[in-house]
């Protein structure tokens, strides 16, 4: 390894190409395997992504990028942030964390939301003025020597201290004054400590993230930067340096890294607009090593190389060293496109995957350094398919530009809320506190298994529908039985609310391997939104049909929105984000147009992707919340006041759309809550709103079961902030990870609660 880092990625899928990582978790975690064999297939995925790297020839390959679980949780553990309730519950080091993450039936686990404007969740960490900050796990130090016991030198990667504590949220009896950012002098000195300890051992470089200054901060917290990297870059026995940024613009933070003693810094080219302006106007580069993130880390389209070159080029003389590398991890992006027989040929020439990404950035630096004649081959083979996509006329649809031109503004409006709840009450007949699920219910072996032998042909759609039809009847039943009062058939048929819906509409490709990691063992397949948008047929009505068929409860019409079918597919980048999302709303509106048309009195379009696709930056806001809460409210305003629509929004920060929630003016409105223990409401009190609500009171997400008690705990200081005439019951999310035993006990302890609420506000 040379001083230098060279040609690098951020970080790399961890799941294992097969998502090995995650049958070893669910084997762990139900009991079918025991520690040692879970430790030695994270030891071969580890292992076998070095190699890979390694042998892709870049310049430097990071270590401590792998995660049982959550990179932020494993960085509490490593600095002894582990609250004093997972501490006390006696069990070993990977249980502990474990139960931070999935809770146990004493202990729920800890808040999780999305990382910045991603996917991807991390948990989060509780900070307080008596957290006792030390090396508690030396992991990032082991995972070091690993590597190098296999002749591979590689770079440590942590979460940076000031992310770090960005993302946390205070302790519980934290006075309200206090920050987990007033910690931060006492956290750079355990950093420190690591440092050493990881210079001892022979680290050259150490990657420390900070991605949370491509959001808006304030002077203290840029000073706060300043001084932490003053103070790790003083130390004399460490490693180097790199400090990268990215999902956008650093801005100021960009000068103060320049300034600092660091040796590198890393800067996204592709989500930051601006900073190839900044950098040009920076002087503190000229003795560092600049990687630059050419390569997109987030998205899978091949990269133009030969305008990645170009911009690299004008780069050379601002800082001592130029580097490629990806814009930010790869843990974003499947594996391998090799991996995909089934994907159409020519949208498969214009992809590129996590190892198609790592060629493109040894390729570009190649260029860079010794000259585009000694690459002339490789970049005219990488050209072809770049020329190919751009003059493509798959892409395009006359039909569905010519219907999106001719939108009206009242195409996305309603009539006035009082009116509409009125006809709705009539039409429904519902109780105070109405109870209902989120959508999904378990998907069992049998259900996933009939959708593999369907798919490899073993067996025919009939016998297809007719288990699903089965599975529907079962769920309705139980539902029946538990007395919820609005029901949902439980989505058997459905793969992921995302990836169904996109296979039954035209300018979508699906994957068969492409995974990608949302939490812990949690995976989805982001489908491929290539070119323009159109639903040829109904594709959910016939099932919600089935499904009101077998009672005379109100069942649910359940549709995915078109901010959350963009958020959650690897999107085409070849026009505005909002010409897109109008494309998918009219593709959802004809969808819930068709199931009023069927007698569904509600229709529930699913949008927990609104906060995700937020800008990081303040003064983009509201540019995105206009194009998004305009189609959704495009998708549902096609109905009769008498048709009620719902939504749900899930593991976000609420109080920054919050004004957009009231805005999409959806008649009811889910919430996740259980975790953050009703905190939302507050917010949607703040800015008046005054539609149905339904804060979750089970938190889906752990396998733990809350009893009636505290399910009616939570619903009491719902009702502090919420009137009963607008209050619903149910889960923080959909159910299709749970088993049917715990959802049925929950569910149970669910009503029971709803039944003493409902009996103690009547008194």
């Known amino acids: 390894m040379t001083s230098e880092i060279g040609s690098t990625v951020l970080g790399y899928p961890r799941i294992g190409p097969r998502r090995e990582l995650k049958r070893a978790l669910e084997a762990y975690w139900a009991g079918d395997s025991g520690e040692d064999q879970l430790r030695e297939t994270a030891r071969s995925l580890r292992v076998q992504s070095w190699r890979e790297l390694h042998g892709a020839g870049l310049g430097s390959v990071p270590s401590n990028t792998f995660s049982y679980y959550d990179q932020v949780l494993d960085t509490a553990v490593t600095f002894g942030a582990v609250p004093k309730r997972y501490r006390e519950l006696g069990l070993g080091p990977l249980d502990t964390y474990f139960a931070m993450a999935r809770g146990v039936e004493s202990t729920p686990p800890l808040e999780m939301t999305k990382w910045f404007d991603t996917n991807y969740h991390y948990l989060v960490p509780e900070i307080g003025p008596d ?402 948008v159109s639903r040829p047929e109904p594709i959910t009505v016939e099932w919600t049909k089935k499904a009101q068929s077998m009672t005379d409860k109100p069942v649910k019409g359940m549709l995915t929105g078109p901010v959350t079918i963009l958020a959650w597919s690897f999107v085409r980048d070849d026009q505005p984000l909002g010409e897109t999302a109008n494309q998918v709303a009219l593709a959802i509106r004809d969808e819930v147009t068709d199931l009023e048309s069927a007698g569904i009195g509600v229709v529930q379009v699913d949008e927990p992707a609104l906060r995700e696709l937020l800008p990081l930056r303040s003064e983009l806001h509201g540019q995105y919340l206009e194009w998004a809460v305009r189609s959704f409210r495009l998708a549902t305003s096609g109905v009769t006041d008498a048709t009620q629509i719902h939504t749900h929004l899930c593991y976000s920060e609420f109080g920054e759309v919050i004004n957009a929630i009231v805005d999409l003016d959806a008649d009811v409105t889910s919430l996740e809550a259980a975790r953050s223990r009703m905190e939302v409401l507050d917010d949607l009190n703040e800015v008046g709103f005054a539609r149905g609500v339904g804060p979750g009171v089970y938190d889906i997400h752990s396998p733990r079961v809350p009893d009636s008690a505290e399910i009616e705990k939570l619903l009491s200081a719902a009702l502090e902030a919420v009137p009963a005439e607008r209050l619903w019951v149910n889960p923080d999310c959909g159910l299709k990870t749970r088993g049917y035993e715990e959802v049925r006990t929950a569910l149970e302890n669910m009503r029971v609660a709803t039944e003493r609420v409902r009996g103690s506000s009547r008194s």
Not at 182 to 205: C, N, P
Request: net charge negative; hydrophobic share 40%.
């Open 131 to 532: 957290t006792e900050f030390e090396l508690a796990d030396r992991t990032p130090v082991e995972r070091f020597l690993e590597a190098r016991e296999l002749g591979m030198t590689t770079r440590p990667v942590l979460v940076g201290p000031l992310t770090f504590l960005l993302l946390s949220k205070s302790a519980e009896g934290a006075p309200s004054s206090f920050a987990p950012l007033h910690r931060l002098d006492d956290l750079i000195e355990v950093y420190a400590e690591l440092l050493a300890e990881l210079h001892r051992a022979g680290a050259e470089w150490v990657q420390l993230d900070e991605p949370a200054f491509a959001a808006d901060r304030e002077p203290a917290e840029l000073e706060k930067l300043r001084g932490a990297y003053h103070r790790l870059g003083e130390l004399t026995a460490r490693p180097r340096l790199f400090v990268p940024t990215y999902f956008g613009d650093p801005g100021e933070a960009l000068g103060v890294l320049a300034a600092s003693p660091v040796e590198a810094v890393g800067v996204d080219l592709v989500a930051g607009s601006t900073t190839m302006e900044v950098l040009s106007g920076l002087t503190g580069l000229r003795d560092k090593t600049l990687v630059a993130g050419l390569v997109e880390g987030r998205n899978i389209w091949r990269t133009d190389l030969d305008g990645a070159l170009s911009k690299a080029a004008t780069l050379l003389g601002l800082a001592g060293e130029v580097s490629i590398g990806t814009s930010c991890s790869l843990l974003h992006v499947p594996y391998d496109v090799e991996a995909e027989e089934d994907i159409d040929p020519q949208v498969k020439s214009w992809l590129a995957f996590a190892r198609q990404k790592v060629e493109e950035v040894v390729l570009l630096d190649r260029a860079l350094h010794e000259g585009r004649e000694a690459v002339r081959d490789q970049l005219d083979r990488a050209r072809a398919p770049i020329e190919d996509r751009r003059n493509a006329a798959r892409p395009h649809d006359r039909a569905v530009r010519d219907r999106t031109s001719k939108l009206r503004p009242e195409d996305a409006e309603r009539g006035e809320y009082g009116k509409r709840r009125a006809d709705q009450q009539r039409a429904l007949g519902l109780p105070p506190l109405p109870t209902t699920t989120i959508g999904s219910f378990p998907q069992t072996t049998d259900v996933r298994k009939a959708r593999a032998q369907l798919r490899d042909g073993r067996i025919d759609e009939a016998t297809y529908n007719t288990r699903m039809v089965d599975e529907i009847r079962r769920v309705i039943t139980m539902q029946e039985e538990l007395g919820l009062d609005v029901l949902v058939h439980g989505e058997p048929e459905r793969n992921d609310m995302v990836q169904y819906f996109s296979e039954y509409m035209n300018g979508f490709v699906s994957t068969l391997n492409g995974w990608v990691q949302s939490y812990g063992s949690r995976c989805v397949r982001p489908p491929i939104l290539f070119g323009d």
